[in-house]
């Protein structure tokens, strides 16, 4: 029975991805209680990264925070999987009149050179982030002192009966859990090193990792 649960979980979350990925930006408002583009945002400072440098967001999803990258003044490229979530972000950006720097492509085998990017970003990843194979590729293409920043959960901290029911929600679809295995000794093993960081919000709590490709590196 627990089995067929977890398996219901995926396929809820594959839909959410794919078929139903023009619901994305509702549902994500809804089970935040309106807080999950703050959340996105607050990993942009983290980046520590200044007007004209490049960054490559990782599951660009419906394309909210390439708006908010190129606002900020950064070449923003972004990669995903889903063909829908990349039509609905090159739709959102061109409406916008914004560059739609996208690709579709797996974390896995990122298509870009050697030290393209002078930071990584993610929000809110499935655990792709974290595979070894993610991790080296990341390494890749990062140029040394740059960094991977990861939103990695957002945290409903209020009293109010709709903060607890959502947390609980959270938990029971295996949101509030520890990844499969400890972060960061694959972030490490990755040669990256690795820092946990909590930003403080009214109401909540946003939980980010950032690696950092370290400058004193000898190429093989």
Not at 74 to 83: A, E, I, N, R, Y
Not at 177 to 185: A, L, R, Y
Request: aromatic residues 12%.
């Amino acid at each position: 029975m627990l089995a067929l649960w977890w398996h219901l979980i995926r396929f809820g979350f594959r839909l959410l991805y794919n078929e139903l990925a023009w619901t994305y930006d509702w549902v994500s408002s809804v089970v935040s209680l309106g807080q999950w583009r703050r959340w996105q945002r607050a990993g942009i400072p983290h980046l520590d990264l200044e007007p004209g440098q490049s960054v490559l967001e990782l599951a660009h999803g419906t394309g909210n925070m390439q708006i908010d990258l190129l606002a900020a003044g950064f070449h923003s490229v972004g990669l995903d999987l889903s063909p829908n979530m990349g039509g609905l972000a090159r739709r959102k950006l061109r409406r916008l009149d914004l560059p739609a720097d996208l690709v579709r492509g797996t974390a896995f085998r990122l298509p870009f050179g050697s030290r393209s990017f002078d930071a990584v970003f993610s929000t809110f990843p499935t655990d792709f982030f974290i595979q070894p194979e993610t991790l080296s590729e990341v390494r890749r293409v990062l140029r040394p002192g740059g960094c991977f920043v990861v939103v990695t959960n957002g945290l409903l901290t209020g009293r109010q009966v709709s903060a607890r029911a959502l947390e609980w929600l959270y938990r029971v679809t295996g949101q509030r859990g520890p990844w499969p295995d400890e972060p960061q000794q694959r972030i490490e093993n990755a040669g990256l090193t690795y820092q946990y960081r909590i930003e403080e919000l009214a109401h909540s709590q946003v939980l980010m990792i950032v690696a950092t490709r370290p400058f004193d590196e000898i190429e093989s």
